[in-house]
């Protein structure tokens, strides 16, 4: 107990939050005009500035994404000559350690950091986020889907912060045991189906994994409307209005609702992981899942070949996860350089086709994928059709809630 | 200078000063700064409400009940266990010392391999339940069930070889004279046992059932993993505050927790303060 | 028949024989002081007797029953401790009252044994005392208690003293005396210390390597033992090679003496350093090497024919001093001992 107080106790030390910084531009360590570097002209002046620096850090949140980054880093170092310094970081740390060393005016440890997408409001009122235009001077962003390309879920960041992977949840379910007829297609046939099939549904605990809290954002995205609706998808809130408003509003009452007669029928799970497991151990035979993870599971044989993904009307929560140069980073070019070969075309196919991680990317087509692969990810009638942008600070609010409204009671 | 040096309170100070001192800035610094951390908005300004909301908030009040059933629950049933082993090991029987070396060894699992091993041993659908379905049978639900019996079975398997080890000691420390004494006196096996032998390994059994206690009480990797998603103890409801940054709510559980563990203790050293008997002067 | 009759217990450990076939009786009222070296066997006898050791062999009878195949709570005896093994965490009282009520003997009764145990051990007055707040007197005044309280058909004492100071022990063991002679229970009483022994005892079962050496009174075996063993451990004495022709024999300077018995050879006898007289003598065959003055007696050691005698001389007025040569007389017949194997006596 008091080693967890010490452990708490240390990293709290470096925890305080910093005031906001925006200058136009914060990169500290710039040895050229970053303002003169356009589409046209980046690689003249990048690719001779990244040699010059000869290395660059990359830092990984994602734990399932390291045989990804390998396959990049292979590319970029033959490409350019230029060493990487990969670490795979716990992100709630990194983050605090960025946050710590930007506050002492320190140099970043990190040039290019892979960060989860939801972690932007965090870092950039930290003033960790470099103020660089990415998706504007990058060669590989022209065909960048213009929807993300200056602000993500609601909040504006220029470019400097851009998806550079995007991942869906969805209904995943093994066909061996649900037929194609009985598939749900609505949120009340989901409920209908657990009804009829007693503790074969199992719903991630939105607390303690993605899956479960992309799943109870859809579904309150599919009850409220109007006023309340409004609310729910109102992305200026902060994360204590979002607590307030879902502890507090009727408006949730729809989504009680509904979880106390799903819970009722569905197996509530520990994690992502933990739904898998159990579809693959056939105690659930359809859960709330990441189209991504699967993919992993998949290729580890941690889930059945049988195993399919469905979307549900009115769509559910699609998320993803952005690089971004930390304001002192020490390398810029070179981590400029390594973004643009991360959303290059080249690369993000072989993403997709491996990772099932979807692109940003707007010229990626799905004829690009093996047909062995494509069986396993959402089919094109539902993706992108039915994909609803996150709200993260809005999932987690309506996570905590339910464990107070639902699951305590 | 020397003459302050001379003073026989310096002096005292200065004796104390490395015992006193670690424990102050060791164990009574981050005590406080949590605290302190516990009591603070994030304007540096007082507030209550990190407390209030675990004594307000039904998620909170249940992780408490949660934890401290997750404290109780495995000692009762480890001490069941335990117990009688002690006194087997006490026998001499065939196989003895591999046995001695092997029970120990859970102790020296991590509680994250333990909850993994249950999940992948002991979850519907998993190893054990596929040995035995060509048999006709299945394990009962383990893994995320209501009553939490994974999470307090996992925590009694780790727990038997360090509760078994501490009681045993305490059946050891206990003369033999005395027991021979029970006996000579008209008392069989089981009342020497009884109205002997554990009152007097009573310290031991008691300091056993408390570090226990304690232990599994702040566990964190194996209700996380076997138990169910709700309820959650304090120690899981901790580290999710932790992760989404909450650190003066964190603060405040620990500070709610580590006074919950103390005042056990208080309990404990009060209880123990009349069996806490000298057993050397006997032999003197 | 006898209170107490052991017969032919043997204990192996192993191929180790700890104890040879033992044989002692103690009757009724007995006062029996087993006296032995450590590891000659005594402990393990005494373990036997209480039952938590079981015998190899042979056979334990008490009042006529046999009791060796019993546990120890199903026999009547009760036990003296050498580290008193008190309950700790019970009172005095509550450590008397233990066996009464393990033995189902009924309250009042109970209460009235209490009162009496504590009274002739001189505890009143001690009985809502914790063990640890006694001295060590007292603790085995209550372990002693403790015992007798349970009436029992045989105490049994475990070197009960050894762990007090030398004060302390006589004056207990001038009290064990007096209470023995009060309610005369059947005794048997395990002990290294040989003036205790001969002190507190009817009778003294000397033991050695396992084996029962001698049985007797204190007197008899201090007087005329009939092993070099009890000679020696029982006090001092010397041991004398004789040249034996009927009931005289010549001892190795030429001094002829009479023997206790006849006998025909060479003999040894054991010879007290008391029942020596020594005079100065400038005709005497023996000199004297050294002279310890004591208070009660002088002892001195005498070379004569090679060999050393010890002689004490009791109610001296002048010291002879070493280098003076010196006559010794003996008084009264000399004791032979007997040379052959060991048995089991009794």
Redo the contacts between chains.
């Keep these: 107990m008091t080693a967890r107080l010490l452990a708490i106790a240390a990293l709290a030390l470096s925890a305080t939050t910093a005031p906001v910084h925006s200058a136009e531009t914060n990169l500290k360590n710039l040895d050229f005009d970053i303002s003169k570097v356009t589409r046209e002209n980046f690689y003249d002046i990048v690719v001779p500035a990244a040699k010059a620096e000869g290395t660059v850090t990359m830092y990984n949140f994602a734990g399932s994404f390291g045989d990804a980054w390998k396959e990049l880093i292979t590319r970029f170092e033959a490409k350019y000559g230029i060493k990487v310094e990969y670490s795979d970081v716990k992100g709630a740390q990194a983050n605090q350690q960025l946050i710590a060393v930007q506050k002492a005016g320190e140099d970043a440890p990190v040039d290019a950091y892979f960060a989860g997408g939801g972690d932007y409001p965090l870092l950039s009122s930290a003033g960790v986020v470099g103020n660089v235009p990415l998706t504007t001077i990058l060669p590989n962003m022209n065909n960048y889907d213009p929807a993300l390309a200056q602000s993500l879920f609601g909040k504006p960041h220029g470019g400097a912060y851009p998806l550079v992977h995007l991942n869906q949840t969805a209904i995943g379910y093994d066909s061996a045991f649900v037929k194609p007829g009985d598939l749900p297609k609505t949120f009340d046939e989901l409920l209908a189906w657990a009804e009829k099939n007693p503790m074969r549904l199992g719903v991630t605990l939105p607390s303690k994994g993605g899956s479960g809290g992309g799943f109870i954002y859809s579904v309150a995205l599919n009850y409220l409307t109007g006023e309340c609706r409004t609310t729910l998808t109102d992305y200026t809130l902060t994360a204590e209005q979002a607590t307030d408003w879902a502890m507090a509003s009727e408006c949730l009452e729809p989504v009680w609702d509904y979880y106390r007669k799903l819970l009722g029928v569905a197996e509530l799970t520990n994690g992502n992981a933990d739904t898998l497991n159990l579809i693959n151990n056939q105690q659930l035979y359809m859960g709330t899942v990441w189209e991504d993870q699967v993919m992993t599971f998949i290729r580890d044989k941690q889930l059945p070949e049988t195993f399919r993904l469905t979307l549900l009307e009115n769509g559910q929560v699609g998320s993803g996860d952005a690089f971004f140069i930390p304001a002192n980073a020490k390398h810029v070019a070179s981590a400029l350089l390594l973004i643009d070969m991360a959303i290059g075309k080249d690369f993000q196919a072989w993403k997709l086709e491996n990772k099932a991680s979807r692109s940003p990317r707007t010229d990626l087509s799905s004829d690009l994928i093996t047909p062995e692969t494509a069986k396993y990810l959402l089919p094109a009638n539902v993706y992108p059709r039915l994909s609803a942008p996150a709200f993260w600070d809005m999932s987690k609010a309506l996570g905590e809630a339910l464990d107070e409204k639902v699951l305590s009671q | 200078m020397q003459a302050m040096l001379r003073d026989p309170k310096v002096q005292l100070a200065l004796l104390l000063l490395p015992g006193v001192g670690y424990l102050l800035v060791f164990f009574g610094g981050p005590l406080v700064s949590a605290l302190i951390g516990s009591l603070r908005l994030d304007d540096s300004s007082f507030t209550l409400q990190w407390y209030e909301r675990i004594f307000t908030r039904a998620t909170m009040l249940r992780g408490l009940k949660t934890s401290i059933y997750y404290g109780v629950a495995p000692v009762f049933v480890s001490l069941v266990v335990s117990v009688p082993l002690a006194l087997l090991i006490r026998q001499s029987f065939w196989g003895r010392k591999l046995f001695n070396g092997l029970y120990k060894l859970p102790m020296a699992v991590p509680g994250i391999i333990v909850a993994l091993m249950v999940i992948i041993l002991a979850e519907r659908g998993g190893f054990i339940d596929r040995v035995i379905a060509p048999f006709g049978l299945s394990l009962p639900k383990l893994v995320r069930d209501e009553w939490g019996i994974g999470v307090i079975l996992a925590s009694v398997w780790k727990q038997i070889p360090f509760m078994t080890l501490i009681i045993t000691s305490a059946f050891a420390g206990i003369p033999e004279d005395i027991r021979h004494a029970a006996r000579s006196l008209g008392a069989s096996r089981l009342s020497t046992f009884v109205f002997v032998e554990v009152p007097l390994a009573m310290p031991g059994i008691t300091a056993a059932i408390l570090l226990t206690f304690i232990g599994s009480m702040g566990s964190y990797a194996i209700p996380d993993i076997v138990g169910p998603p709700s309820p959650r103890p304090l120690s899981v409801l901790m580290i999710f505050e932790f992760n989404e940054g909450r650190f003066a709510q964190v603060y405040a559980m620990g500070m709610v927790l580590s006074l919950f563990a103390v005042a056990v203790l208080l309990a404990y050293y009060a209880l123990t303060a009349n069996i806490g008997v000298s057993r050397t002067k006997g032999d003197e | 028949m006898s209170e107490l009759e052991i017969s032919n217990i043997t204990k192996d450990y192993g191929a180790t024989r700890a104890l040879h076939p033992v044989s002692v009786n103690v009757e009724q009222g007995e006062f029996v002081t087993i006296l032995g070296p450590s590891g000659c066997g005594k402990s393990t006898l005494l373990r036997i007797l209480?039952?938590?050791a079981r015998p190899s062999a042979g056979e334990i009878r008490l009042a006529g029953a046999r009791i060796d195949p019993l546990?120890?709570?199903a026999?009547d005896?009760?036990?003296v401790?050498?580290?008193?093994?008190?309950?700790?965490?019970m009172s005095v009282g509550k450590n008397l009252a233990?066996?009464l009520r393990?033995?189902n003997v009924p309250k009042p009764e109970r209460a009235r044994r209490i009162e009496h145990a504590l009274e002739i051990c001189n505890l009143t007055g001690l009985v809502e005392r914790?063990?640890?707040q006694l001295s060590?007197g007292q603790?085995q005044r209550v372990a002693l208690a403790?015992a007798i309280v349970?009436q029992p058909q045989l105490l049994?004492f475990d070197e009960p003293l050894s762990?007090l100071d030398a004060k302390l022990r006589d004056t207990l063991r001038q009290e064990l005396v007096d209470l023995h002679r009060r309610i005369g229970a059947t005794s048997i009483y395990v002990t290294h210390d040989q003036a205790e022994a001969m002190a507190m005892s009817d009778r003294i079962v000397v033991m050695d390597g396992g084996r029962v050496v001698e049985v007797g009174t204190p007197l008899d075996l201090y007087r005329a033992p009939t092993r070099a063993f009890t000679a020696g451990f029982l006090g001092q004495t010397n041991l004398i090679t004789a040249d034996a022709d009927g009931d005289r024999a010549r001892l190795p300077w030429g001094q002829i003496v009479v023997l206790s018995a006849p006998a025909k050879g060479t003999v040894r006898v054991s010879v007290r350093p008391e029942t020596i007289a020594i005079q100065q003598d400038e005709a005497g065959v023996g000199t004297v090497t050294s002279v310890s003055f004591m208070g009660a007696h002088a002892l001195y050691t005498v070379g004569i024919a090679g060999t050393t005698l010890k002689v004490s001389q009791a109610g001296t007025e002048s010291l002879i001093a070493a280098g003076n040569r010196v006559s010794l007389a003996f008084n009264g017949p000399l004791h032979l001992l007997v040379e052959r194997k060991l048995q089991e006596a009794a």
Excluded: D, T, V, W
Excluded at chain 3, 81 to 89: D, I, M, R, T
């Design positions: 209480m039952g938590i546990p120890p709570e026999r005896i009760a036990m401790f050498q580290s008193y093994a008190l309950f700790p965490h233990f066996g393990m033995k914790m063990p640890r060590g603790q403790r349970m049994l762990n």
